[in-house]
């Protein structure tokens, strides 16, 4: 069976109930999957119900209720098949989306999950979409959400784009007139929100020698174009409001000072996907920015917000889920700002640092990804983070780079192993990854971590180059 039969049968299924329970994630790509499946539902004339969880574990599994609804996992569930067994659900009334590894159990769960065909590529929100649709052709609209999730989920950060299944379905919604696929646009974050400048000087994916982290470098180099960078109101634009000749001289000029810098020019470019039915200059407006709105929700506790705004509510709940982006940005900068002053410690093949609990779990991982790239980019960063709610127990968050990524560094297989050695469990992507572990295992933990890493570069033949 492909993936769509497999789609198609999970839409078989869950239509033939009255009542749904959907339990998800509460990133991106969890909010998206869940916003997918609820609307598709709902219209459907299906009454769906939803749970979100930081994370599917003996503790968060009390709150999947003990009900006759039909419960549908999302972003989660495909490797913790045991704990649904030990819960007591039934074949027949459980259905797994997701993009994770499956775990064997006794029970054989009805599970559309597109690593089953060989689609590494692809988040569960793309999976939901595709459920979605052969619900109802008609539900093409909601691809918007699943080009989030995958964006999200950094689905399109190592290629510069989305690919395989997911870009089809970016592609569908374009087709529809609901995506607008811009094929090599500038590959920055905050196209659509940020003063140019301070776009390009945030962003290290090229790193750009007096741009990247020099926000008045940044200004003086575009300064030096000659392009008008401020409207007749002395508001500043953003590169999505610049005219066609002025994007290209920017993008020549860049490539410019990276070819000077005996760097390459590849990553300057990416394929960007915006909503033209969203305000300009929001962060709707954008499949980056709006995942970031939706995870600071989602990692607030807010993720019911994040899920109305993907069904369509544009008052109270984007106002609520705009001041949560502020919040969640200051806190960000805050935790940045501790990282760089406090300082990491470097083991051979990785850098770390423990930050007590100063910090909520949930934005740990963000700021180890934007203290990166300020510190040494060849290795990935460990940072360890208290639970206040389980003294015994420690998260831990992991970042690196493509480039990394590219030398056979895979943070996934890492965590998974380091942490299962100590009675933990980890699990996430190769370029950003998370485990929770025992307090007194700290030490241990982050020396076989680094031990991993080490031969993960040593089977590449990279290891101490």
Same mark, same amino acid.
């Not at 119900?49 to 609804?69: A, G, K």
């Not at 008008?228 to 920017?250: A, F, G, H, I, M």
């Not at 895979?410 to 380091?418: I, K, R, S």
């Given at each position: 069976m492909s993936l769509c039969d497999d789609a198609r049968s999970a839409a078989r299924e869950v239509l033939s109930h009255d009542e749904v329970t959907i339990v998800s994630h509460i990133d991106a790509d969890g909010i998206a999957s869940e916003a997918i499946l609820s609307e598709a539902l709902s219209r459907a004339g299906i009454r769906p119900?939803? @749970? *979100?969880?930081?994370?599917? %574990?003996?503790? /968060?599994?009390?709150?999947? !209720?003990?009900?006759?609804?039909f419960k549908v996992f999302c972003d989660l569930g495909a490797g913790q098949q045991n704990l649904l067994v030990e819960r007591g659900l039934r074949e027949d009334e459980v259905l797994i989306v997701d993009h994770h590894v499956s775990q064997p159990a006794e029970r054989s769960y009805l599970q559309v999950n597109c690593l089953h065909h060989g689609f590494s590529k692809m988040s569960a929100a793309g999976v939901a979409y595709l459920v979605a649709r052969e619900m109802d052709p008609g539900n093409v609209d909601l691809s918007r959400l699943a080009v989030v999730g995958n964006v999200g989920d950094m689905m399109a950060r190592e290629d510069c784009g989305l690919v395989g299944p997911a870009r089809e379905i970016a592609l569908e919604g374009a087709a529809a007139g609901c995506i607008e696929v811009i094929s090599r646009d500038l590959n920055c974050y905050g196209t659509s929100t940020r003063p140019l400048h301070v776009?390009?000087? *945030?962003?290290?994916?090229p790193y750009i020698a007096g741009i990247t982290n020099n926000v008045n470098g940044a200004l003086?180099?575009?300064?030096?174009?000659?392009? %008008?960078?401020?409207?007749?109101?002395?508001?500043?634009?953003?590169?999505?409001?610049? +005219? !066609? %000749? $002025?994007?290209?001289?920017? /993008?020549?000029?860049?490539?410019?000072?990276l070819i000077s810098c005996g760097e390459r020019a590849d990553r300057l470019f990416s394929e960007s996907y915006l909503f033209p039915g969203e305000v300009a200059r929001t962060p709707l407006r954008n499949a980056q920015e709006f995942a970031t709105l939706l995870n600071a929700c989602g990692r607030w506790t807010r993720p019911s917000v994040a899920s109305a705004i993907c069904r369509g509510d544009r008052g109270p709940a984007f106002r609520e889920a705009e001041h949560m982006l502020n919040n969640h940005r &200051? @806190?960000?900068?805050?935790? #940045? =700002? *501790?990282?760089? $002053? /406090?300082?990491?410690? =470097?083991?051979?093949?990785?850098?770390?640092?423990?930050?007590?609990?100063? *910090?909520? $779990?949930?934005?740990?991982?963000?700021?180890a990804g934007m203290a990166l790239s300020r510190l040494n980019m060849d290795k990935p960063i460990l940072v360890m983070v208290e639970q206040p709610e389980d003294p015994c127990l420690t998260k831990v968050s992991m970042r690196t780079t493509e480039r990394a990524v590219g030398r056979?560094?895979? +943070?996934?297989?890492? #965590? /998974?192993? &380091?942490? &299962?050695?100590?009675g933990g469990a980890g699990g996430g992507h190769r370029i950003a990854a998370g485990a929770f572990i025992p307090k007194e295992s700290e030490e241990y933990f982050v020396k076989r971590v680094n031990q991993i890493i080490a031969g993960q570069l040593c089977a590449e033949g990279q290891g101490h180059r």
């Open positions: 119900r939803s @749970v *979100y969880v930081r994370q599917l %574990e003996p503790m /968060t599994m009390r709150q999947v !209720p003990q009900d006759d609804t776009c390009l000087a *945030y962003n290290d994916d003086r180099f575009l300064q030096k174009l000659g392009i %008008e960078l401020q409207t007749p109101d002395k508001r500043w634009r953003v590169w999505e409001e610049l +005219l !066609p %000749e $002025d994007k290209r001289l920017v /993008t020549s000029s860049l490539v410019q000072q &200051a @806190v960000i900068r805050e935790l #940045l =700002e *501790y990282i760089l $002053d /406090t300082g990491v410690e =470097e083991l051979s093949h990785l850098q770390w640092i423990h930050v007590g609990n100063r *910090y909520p $779990d949930t934005i740990v991982g963000i700021g056979g560094i895979d +943070l996934q297989q890492a #965590l /998974t192993t &380091a942490s &299962a050695e100590v």
